[in-house]
């Protein structure tokens, strides 16, 4: 079995599938990622922010003083959404552990995001209007631990899958 043979049939929940298809599509995207925490009140929230992704880990850059910098703490759990907002959906859910920093200026990451967001000029554009007003930033940093990845042509939600092989018997 080649590597991309076993990509395509990893089950739900590995770290391979971030080489799959779908998940490389979604992480070279200009979407933003959805960041899914718990609030230093307890209340969990979900947020939009953009991402990098270096191979290895998520890279979110965000303002020291903001809320999810003060709720979060090396090793908490958190969950990362990146999906398409047009059918056939495609989904990228990590659940993973972060870790925290803060760098002087923008973060290089934070620049490669800008910039496959916006396009090299308009991100080297907004990178420029924050570096006066951001003297520092934080990093927020996800290790992938579980992985999914759906398209809703191949690779369906769980309970999907067992609903359609009931409809058919098993047999697809």
């Known amino acids: 079995m080649t590597c991309e043979e076993a990509v395509m049939v990893s089950q739900q929940g590995d770290v391979a ?19 899914a925490y718990v609030r230093s009140d307890g ?7 953009g991402f990098h992704w ?17 709720a979060l703490h090396d090793g908490d759990k958190v969950a990362l959404s990146i999906d398409s907002d047009t059918m056939p959906y495609k989904v990228l859910r990590i ?3 972060v870790r925290t920093d803060v760098v002087v200026g923008v973060a290089p990451e934070y620049e490669a995001m800008s910039r496959r967001t916006f396009g090299d000029e308009a991100g080297a554009g907004w990178v420029e209007q924050l570096r006066p007003i951001t003297p520092k930033m934080a990093r927020i940093f996800i ?12 690779r369906f939600p769980n309970e999907l899958e067992r609903a359609m092989e009931g409809s058919t018997g098993g047999h697809h």
């Open 95 to 97: 659940r993973g552990r």
């Open 54 to 70: 270096n191979g290895i880990e998520f890279v979110l850059g965000t303002f020291p003083d903001s809320v999810k910098m003060h």
């Open 143 to 154: 290790t992938p631990e579980w992985v999914c990845v759906q398209d809703f042509e191949t």
């Open 43 to 49: 209340a969990p929230d979900v947020v939009p922010i």
């Open 17 to 35: 599938l971030l080489e799959h298809p779908v998940a490389q599509e979604l992480l070279q995207s200009a979407l933003p990622a959805r960041l």
